[in-house]
């Protein structure tokens, strides 16, 4: 089994948990100094203004066009130069997931038993070129991310599924040569958006927080090279981008802190540095170089040992949970694993704890057994395929057992990982190990993560063309609720032919009902009980592998302010205030 870290480093690592929750390394008031200080409060809370903030990433973002992605920390990142209609307001832990009123002036009207909901957008709101931002740009924005799906594939397609569409008809604002567009988004005025939906989604408030909500200007929108000048509604503009290496933001001239109570416009330029490697980022962090690593996954295996045998250095990291599940997707419509004998088989032959140990021990997430993660209201405890161990090793009678009723005998099939993502690929590696006591003699095939949903992983006919049985997932919640994270991993109506997140290709008539009958309830613990529910049933259909509930182990910069690790984007550092130290 191949690791990222040296072997002796394992028994720090896995005992990190006592580490960390006992040390404390300064008598800072604000928390620097003291571990998950960045998980109860705000670290070096400042208004200071001034600066250039530094952010890295290890590979480059599928795309920064607020409609045209899918990760949790692009949608944090974006909310710098987008203003969806509600977001979330900044704050650590569970506090993170306040939603508040962004573009909008409040929260929306519901009517119509909650098919219909209204916003009024705030009054005197500019773009960076000091144009009006109108309703109908909103209108314009959830349009061309949803209905021009072979233009923009990336982002989720919620307001497909439940906007009331044309009967099918509306192709998107690319081909659709009227000028009235959507019938079911009306804009009576400038400042007066109402979307009309098919049936009851209590939790509308939610979605409408996806950065597909922020205005865009159709005279200025350039379909998929948007991406590389977004016309900025946030307190920052482009300055600069250079695809593959950096991009450069700087202050809005037309934001008004009269019209936008949550951002403060702090640093006078914000760099992001694109294909860093992560532990490059690890050093520049500690050194103050860099403020903040973007994609909010935490160190490498290597840092992390170093930092958990080091007292005071150890003092600087927050570990938090962040709403995610690292899993294993089986694919159902890939053979043999069309047959839920050879799934179930796979569910009890992949060695969790080895796996675990590959992502680098229990500090980065206790072992799984449920598609819902520990801290999303709905999750009940429960493991329908319990594995048992024979000293070290695990038991593999139960596998071998629905192996041999799948009757597949020995199989070749490939297993999807995240190139730049060194503990993917080792845990894709441990899976492979694994299943070869079995008969499942699986292949790695590893690509970037700029295109692993839009070109490989997300895209049916490609794993269909090249055997791809299993992929390698990491999934956190669209918003903090039991329908925010099962939706796009196992509703039928979400598998889309690009930019695909329902990886299992899972279709089944029963779990699409109950996720539509659940959203319509406007009772949240009724809601909740059918989100449970939902994920005993597609652990019964053994469409996922559940490996780790994740947590992620984040190093403070010392030069960085108002850090506030939040559940909302993923246990994260909200980016929405951060400032530099002088």
Not at 56 to 76: K, L, M, W
Not at 446 to 470: E, R
Request: net charge positive; with cysteine.
């Amino acid at each position: 089994m191949r690791r990222s870290y040296p072997v002796a480093a394992i028994a720090a690592i896995t005992s990190a948990g006592l580490l960390l929750s006992g040390c404390s390394g300064g008598k800072d008031a604000e928390g620097d100094g003291k571990a998950n200080a960045a998980t109860t409060g705000v670290v070096n809370a400042s208004d200071e203004k001034g600066g250039t903030l530094n952010y890295a990433i290890s590979d480059a973002p599928e795309s920064f066009d607020p409609g045209n992605t899918y990760y949790a920390f692009v949608y944090n990142f974006s909310r710098l130069y987008a203003r969806p209609l509600t977001t979330f307001k900044p704050g650590p832990g569970k506090k993170g997931n306040e939603l508040v009123p962004d573009l909008a002036e409040s929260m929306g009207k519901p009517s119509d038993g909650g098919k219909t909901w209204t916003y009024k957008i705030r009054k005197g709101l500019k773009y960076d070129d000091g144009s009006k931002i109108t309703s109908q740009d909103v209108k314009y924005a959830v349009e061309r991310s949803n209905f021009a799906r072979d233009t923009l594939s990336l982002g989720p397609n919620y307001f497909q599924q439940f906007l009331k569409d044309n009967d099918g008809g509306y192709k998107g604002p690319y081909k659709d040569k009227s000028k009235d567009g959507l019938k079911s988004i009306e804009t009576p005025d400038e400042q007066t958006v109402v979307f009309h939906l098919k049936k009851p989604f209590a939790e509308f408030d939610y979605l409408v927080s996806a950065p597909q909500t922020a205005p865009v200007p159709q005279a200025k929108d350039k379909g998929a090279d948007y991406t590389k000048a977004v016309v900025s509604s946030g307190s920052y503009k482009f300055q600069s981008y250079e695809e593959g290496k950096q991009l450069t933001l700087v202050r809005n001239p037309n934001w008004s802190a009269k019209t936008d109570p949550l951002r403060k416009q702090l640093p006078e330029k914000i760099v992001l540095k694109l294909k860093v490697a992560q532990s490059t980022i690890d050093k520049d962090l500690q050194a103050g170089n860099t403020h903040v690593d973007m994609a909010g996954r935490g160190v490498d295996g290597q840092t992390q040992a170093k930092l958990l045998m080091d007292a005071k250095e150890k003092g600087n990291t927050d570990n938090a949970l962040g709403q995610r599940l690292v899993y294993t997707a089986i694919n159902t419509k890939v053979k043999p694993f069309d047959n839920i004998e050879c799934r179930k088989a796979v569910e009890y032959a992949i060695d969790k704890k080895a796996v675990q140990t590959s992502l680098g021990g229990p500090i980065r997430g206790a072992i799984a057994s449920t598609t819902l993660p520990t801290d999303i209201d709905g999750y009940q405890k429960y493991d329908l395929y319990p594995q048992k161990y024979k000293g070290d090793n695990l038991d593999l009678t139960e596998a071998k057992k629905h192996w041999d009723k799948c009757g597949a005998g020995k199989t070749n099939t490939t297993i999807l990982a995240r190139n730049d993502r060194q503990d993917e690929v080792d845990a894709a590696t441990t899976v492979i190990d694994s299943l070869k006591k079995i008969g499942v003699n699986a292949k790695i095939q590893s690509y970037p993560t700029s295109k692993y949903f839009s070109d490989y992983a997300g895209v049916p006919k490609f794993n269909k063309k090249n055997n791809v049985g299993l992929i390698m997932m990491q999934w956190g919640s669209d918003f903090p609720t039991g329908y925010g994270y099962l939706q796009q991993i196992l509703n039928g109506k979400a598998i889309s032919q690009s930019g695909n997140t329902n990886l299992s290709e899972l279709d089944d008539p029963e779990i699409n009902k109950l996720l539509d009958t659940a959203i319509a309830n406007t009772d949240k613990a009724a809601r909740e009980k059918a989100y449970a529910e939902i994920d005993k049933k597609a652990m019964e259909q053994a469409a996922l592998v559940p490996l780790t509930y994740f947590k992620v182990l984040m190093y403070r910069s010392p030069k960085a302010t108002n850090l506030v690790s939040t559940s909302a984007f993923s246990g994260e550092y909200d980016y929405l205030n951060i400032g530099v130290k002088k």
